[in-house]
């Protein structure tokens, strides 16, 4: 199991709290297959957005890396869309 680290931007006028990580972390939850080999979520508030820890099942860091990045991609999608980005870069 690997520990990613994502930091989601908020970029919206809606100020931050653990709300956002709390919508954020239900989103991944609801989003998640059998596939994504999640185990485990920490989502807190920070300053620019919600900072994010995703323990992940997986053969090597950067499967872990793609599967937490796909997870994310369809949890936003599917969930507080429009509020939270990831950083480009």
Do not use: C, N
């Amino acid at each position: 199991m690997f520990a990613v680290h994502l930091t989601l931007l908020d970029v919206s006028a809606t100020p931050p709290g653990e709300a956002g990580a709390a919508d954020i972390q239900a989103a991944l939850w609801g989003s998640a297959g059998p596939g994504d080999g999640l185990e485990h979520v920490r989502a807190r508030a920070v300053p620019e957005g919600v900072g994010l820890v995703l323990y992940v099942r997986a053969p090597d860091e950067a499967v872990a890396e793609l599967r937490a990045k796909a997870l994310l991609d369809r949890a936003l999608a599917a969930g507080p869309s429009g509020r939270f980005a990831l950083p480009l870069g």
